[in-house]
């Protein structure tokens, strides 16, 4: 782990301090409009990228309020102003509405606030209306200069010298209401708090055989709703987009009907709070409990959420998102030339990419005007679900399998298995527990064929109800090609991790013995450690990375009671440092020691000046993150041992080896609904392979036919495991290439390490897609 830059690419280095030097300028920062957890990590990585080019950045507190008064809520900020704010909620600085700002007047005070600093760069965290406000700012900035050089409030040279305002934005919005980004900051955080809420209602609803309609945030975006309805199976959701068909009334109650008859014990319905019919009437939330009282005479209770959602500690996902951004719009604003336009950061798959600031604000706005115009289906299109008469039928059976150490979320996948197009017309999944061990032996107590009613509530369950072990089939093919035989198995989907991949490599590997395996096999990547080759995330890695962030959090706070004090903590994931480096940026560690990035006694005696020099500020404690497989001699203890020792009479050291609670727990929003969509995809794509064999006795000899399903940027593809194993360094069990590496430097630099940042991999202005959210 470089405390220098002794051995990073000089060349990189050079090129980002000599074009993108932020000496003599200055940065304001603000935050505007309704708060959204992850805030104060975009505001904490805008003041330390500022910092480390060598710019002044500017609190702007209480928003554009704070910018048309003036005086002490412009006030610059230093290192330390930013530490121990990125686990907390809401924004420090304060937001506000602001009437004063929409006028000329209000403008022109603000101008003169800010050139009283040297402010010529603004970093605008908010939504569409903040951002607009910011870009007529922008476009008006010469002639408010004017105006206050007639009135006498700032000199010609002024005028010359801070000739124009740069803009760049970032979008922070629990709705995730803005076209453009795949999300906006503080709608993951938002989706903990709906999902914490649903999860702890199911039980009470169960007890009593009740029917909950909660009512989550979105008055013109349905997002949250859809997507929690997605995370725990509901039966019903009201979109401001989508509003439901003539009729809605009766076929709601005749679906929460037969899902009593099924012996269900719960109903849940989802409803956004700007739900609507197709006539533009509201479909609130008292209006459905009364309709299901009245109809069906269900029990039935009302959850407003309300303000809760806003609440809380933002999860890992929106402080890595947030400090991204941050990093991000300070490059572009150093970038930025008079003839540049305002711009918004955004997240395109896994890449921070800028986009013109209106386009992006226009497309927002035409999404509105198409709500109000009863165009749904234009408003709708990311919502858009498979019509009924495209579900594909088939008289197949398919196996469903797991295999290797459990994850969270595995089970999302497994419910959404059974979705409607993986239930054929005939026959169903054939569920095989505890994978190759029961499957080889041909337990027929651990095979058996599940339906819809069999895997009721399993979303939001942690582990493996299945059951899984690390059993290879290579000894046991004979076995299981007898029992694929016997039940008929023409087609597997196998979820797990990097045993998954080894087994359906071998399975493949065994058609030319066995024509049993000459089917499609597709595979599904759930693990922690998020190393199978293939895709970028795997099922669980997000849960995980939470429980060492949320555990992170609580070590500080324990730390903040006891001054100078190092915290060492070993997380998992073999010899893959996904965990450890995505956990020491979401925590604010100031270091992270990987298997990818060698380091040797003298990385470790820089990183202990480091923080010896770091115990003489404010930030008297320090948190440092061990990948297990890291280094075969540096060890958790040795790293604790050599703390403790060089640290002595500075600081003193505790060690926390978090172990497998890491892999517990239940999954979080995105392992739900990555889950939900991956394996959706899953099944669908083995129902298209049968349906096109059907009738020809067709046996699948082809590559194509076994694939692992995985996330790529922002793609969800299928990738032959035969390409694939190009791609792997087997001896290490992790893909060659790992995106997240990109992303070690940004952590380096937000604790105050000089690292080596190349400018080539962050985002260039791009234009957005219409209708492209």
Request: aromatic share 6%; with cysteine; net charge neutral.
């Amino acid at each position: 782990m470089d405390a220098d830059d002794s051995r990073a690419p000089k060349g990189s280095l050079r090129k980002f301090l000599e074009h993108l030097s932020g000496a003599g300028k200055a940065i304001g920062v603000l935050t505007s409009g309704g708060d959204a957890q992850g805030m104060n990590a975009a505001v904490r990585a805008v003041v330390r990228m500022g910092i480390y080019v060598g710019a002044k950045v500017y609190f702007i507190y209480e928003g554009y309020q704070g910018m048309v008064d003036g005086g002490a809520n412009i006030a610059e900020a230093d290192w330390e102003s930013v530490s121990s704010i990125l686990q907390v909620g809401g924004t420090i600085i304060g937001s506000a509405r602001c009437q004063a700002f929409r006028t000329r007047e209000g403008r022109l005070k603000a101008a003169c606030n800010l050139l009283q600093r040297g402010i010529t760069n603004l970093c605008v965290i908010g939504g569409d209306g903040s951002l607009t406000g910011a870009n007529l700012f922008r476009k008006e900035w010469s002639g408010l200069l004017e105006e206050l050089a007639r009135n006498g409030q700032i000199d010609k040279e002024a005028v010359q010298k801070y000739a124009y305002l740069n803009v760049v934005g970032m979008v922070g919005s629990i709705d995730n209401d803005f076209c453009g980004t795949d999300m906006t900051i503080g709608t993951d955080s938002a989706l903990h708090r709906i999902i914490e809420v649903i999860d702890a209602i199911m039980t009470t609803a169960q007890s009593h055989q009740r029917t909950f309609v909660l009512e989550v945030m979105g008055r013109h975006c349905g997002y949250l709703a859809l997507v929690s309805a997605l995370a725990c199976g509901a039966d019903w959701v009201f979109l401001p987009e989508s509003p439901p068909e003539q009729g809605w009334e009766e076929q709601m109650c005749v679906k929460l009907s037969e899902n009593r008859a099924r012996k269900k014990r719960l109903n849940i319905i989802i409803v956004a709070e700007g739900a609507i019919d197709t006539q533009n009437k509201p479909i609130t939330s008292e209006k459905i409990k009364e309709l299901v009282v009245t109809q069906l005479g269900y029990d039935t209770r009302v959850t407003i959420l309300g303000h809760v959602q806003r609440g809380g500690t933002p999860s890992a996902f929106d402080r890595i998102l947030a400090s991204r951004m941050g990093v991000e719009a300070v490059i572009a604003l150093l970038e930025a030339t008079p003839d540049t336009p305002a711009c918004v950061v955004s997240l395109n798959g896994n890449h921070a990419v800028r986009l013109p600031l209106m386009e992006c604000v226009q497309m927002t706005q035409d999404v509105q005007k198409a709500m109000d115009e009863r165009r749904f289906q234009d408003a709708a299109t990311r919502h858009q679900a498979l019509p009924d008469d495209q579900i594909p039928k088939t008289n197949c059976t398919r196996s469903l399998a797991q295999r290797g150490a459990p994850a969270a979320g595995d089970d999302a996948g497994r419910a959404l298995s059974c979705a409607p197009w993986a239930l054929p017309a005939a026959t169903g999944l054939l569920a095989i527990y505890d994978a190759i061990d029961s499957f080889s032996k041909g337990d027929s107590l651990r095979i058996k064929e599940i339906g819809w009613t069999d895997v009721g509530g399993w979303t939001g369950q942690g582990g493996s109800i299945l059951g899984t072990k690390r059993i290879l089939p290579g000894k046991y093919l004979e076995e299981i090609a007898t029992q694929m035989r016997a039940h008929s198995i023409n087609a597997l989907l196998i979820i797990g991790g990097f045993e998954a991949y080894l087994g359906l490599l071998e399975l493949s590997a065994a058609r030319e013995k066995h024509e049993e395996f000459c089917v499609p096999m597709v595979m599904v990547p759930a693990t922690v450690s998020n190393n199978v080759p293939g895709s970028d995330f795997s099922i669980g890695a997000d849960t995980a990375l939470n429980t060492i962030t949320d555990t992170c959090d609580r070590i500080k706070q324990s730390a903040s009671g006891t001054k100078r004090r190092v915290f060492i903590i070993e997380t998992m994931g073999g010899y893959c440092g996904y965990l450890a480096n995505m956990g020491g940026l979401a925590a604010g560690a100031d270091a992270a020691y990987i298997f990818e990035e060698p380091f040797d006694i003298r990385d470790l005696q820089s990183n202990v000046e480091h923080l010896t020099e770091k115990m003489k500020t404010t930030i008297q404690r320090g948190l440092v993150l061990r990948n297990e497989s890291c280094s075969e001699n540096y060890t958790t203890d040795f790293i604790y041992q050599l703390y403790s020792e060089e640290g002595k009479g500075v600081f003193d050291c505790r060690k926390n080896v978090l172990g497998h609670m890491q892999q517990g727990g239940a999954p979080s929003p995105f392992d739900r609904n990555l889950g939900t969509k991956i394996s959706a995809r899953a099944m669908e794509w083995i129902t298209a392979k049968l349906k096109e064999a059907r009738g020809r006795g067709k046996k699948f000899t082809t590559d194509d036919s076994v694939c692992v399903l995985g996330i790529s940027k922002r793609n969800v593809i299928f990738q032959p495991v035969a390409e694939l194993k190009q791609q792997t360094d087997f001896e290490h069990r992790i893909p060659k290439e790992r995106w997240w590496l990109k992303l070690r430097p940004l952590m380096k630099i937000l604790a105050k390490y000089k690292a080596s940042y190349d400018v080539s991999d962050s985002g260039q202005l791009e234009h957005v897609q219409p209708w492209s959210v």
